[in-house]
């Protein structure tokens, strides 16, 4: 018989600006919690209305040593790289670029929505790569909204766009590194479901409008918050109380490697941190045409 797991802790995000001054909502890293392994951060880019001319994004950086997973839910961000992949991010579509070796990166707010203004809204999830994948070669994975598979139940009260794993009878089109679900549910008002997940995956959920009722406890949460579940069951409880819940599910393996971050870079030692900083210095990770 399933069981369904507890709330272990819950973490308020804190609202902090990233790049260029852009505004997000970060539930980790923070000072109560640096990481949730396998996952370095999570950023939560907005809500925000920008009038005509005043949207802001991230200018060339550079990334060595993990994933970054851009999910867009409004707005349209565009992006280059050194290796000269571009392109535009528009709502509901997902980017899962794995950083490996290097690359410097770009991600600005698409010129035509920088001209017209308008409401951002996307998140951002860092994941990091094992020792043994820290430098492969860059890869892009881009999945436009429509190529996104989703799942519904019988009744059509509970709904899920499944960026990794498997949830509702479907799986992701995305190809991951390491085991990793990353689910977005939409729940209408009194709907509930009981999502299946990995005896070894620790998980958490992150809401992003409504207020939920999460865990075996039926734990009133308000969005902005992350509910990190412990590992003492087989399925997740998530319920929506009198208004619509929409919440991303997300879990992994922990990789259980140290972990040496310096900005952009994460790796496993001091040492490949300098050698990451040396590398960018010298211009190793290539620049980006403009």
């Known amino acids: 018989m399933a069981t369904t797991r507890t709330i272990e802790r819950v973490f308020p995000s804190v609202r902090t600006t990233e790049g260029g001054g852009f505004v997000v909502h970060r539930p980790?890293?923070?000072?109560?919690?640096?990481?949730?392994?396998?996952?370095?951060?999570?950023?939560?880019?907005?809500?925000?209305?920008?009038?005509?001319?005043?949207a802001k994004g991230a200018p060339d950086h550079p990334h060595r040593g993990f994933e970054t997973v851009m999910y867009m839910l409004e707005g349209r961000f565009g992006h280059k790289d050194s290796a000269g992949h571009s392109g535009t991010l528009n709502p509901g579509d997902v980017q899962w670029m794995t950083a490996g070796a290097g690359v410097i990166h770009s991600e600005m707010p698409d010129p035509e929505f920088t001209r017209a203004g308008g409401r951002i809204h996307g998140?951002?999830?860092?994941?990091?790569?094992?020792?043994?994948?820290?430098?492969?070669?860059?890869?892009?994975?881009?999945?436009?909204?429509?190529?996104?598979?989703?799942?519904?139940?019988?009744?059509?009260?509970?709904?899920?766009?499944?960026?990794a794993g498997e949830a509702l009878g479907v799986k992701a089109a995305i190809d991951t590194r390491t085991p990793i679900l990353y689910q977005h549910f939409t729940l209408a008002p009194g709907a509930r479901i009981e999502q299946p997940v990995p005896a070894d995956y620790r998980v958490f959920a992150?809401?992003?409008?409504?207020?939920?009722?999460?865990?075996?406890?039926?734990?009133?949460?308000?969005?902005?918050?992350?509910?990190?579940?412990?590992?003492?069951?087989?399925?997740?409880?998530?319920?929506?109380?009198?208004?619509?819940?929409?919440?991303l599910l997300i879990g992994g393996v922990p990789l259980n490697e140290p972990v040496v971050?310096?900005?952009?870079?994460?790796?496993?030692?001091?040492?490949?941190?300098?050698?990451?900083?040396?590398?960018?210095?010298?211009?190793?990770?290539?620049?980006?045409a403009h």
Do not use: C, H
């Not at 392994?37 to 009038?51: I, K, T």
């Not at 992150?206 to 590992?231: C, H, K």
């Not at 870079?265 to 290539?286: K, S």
């Open 206 to 247: 992150y809401g992003l409008s409504g207020a939920g009722l999460y865990g075996a406890q039926r734990e009133p949460v308000p969005a902005q918050q992350m509910v990190v579940f412990g590992n003492d069951g087989d399925t997740v409880a998530l319920a929506a109380g009198d208004e619509r819940l929409d919440v």
């Open 123 to 163: 998140l951002q999830l860092w994941v990091n790569l094992p020792r043994r994948d820290k430098m492969i070669a860059p890869r892009y994975q881009e999945v436009p909204n429509e190529r996104i598979p989703v799942g519904r139940t019988a009744d059509g009260s509970v709904s899920v766009k499944v960026i």
């Open 28 to 54: 980790f890293p923070t000072r109560t919690l640096m990481d949730f392994d396998p996952f370095l951060l999570l950023d939560e880019m907005g809500p925000v209305d920008y009038a005509p001319g005043a």
């Open 261 to 288: 971050r310096y900005g952009p870079f994460v790796m496993n030692t001091e040492q490949e941190i300098r050698d990451a900083v040396l590398d960018y210095q010298a211009g190793r990770m290539g620049r980006i």
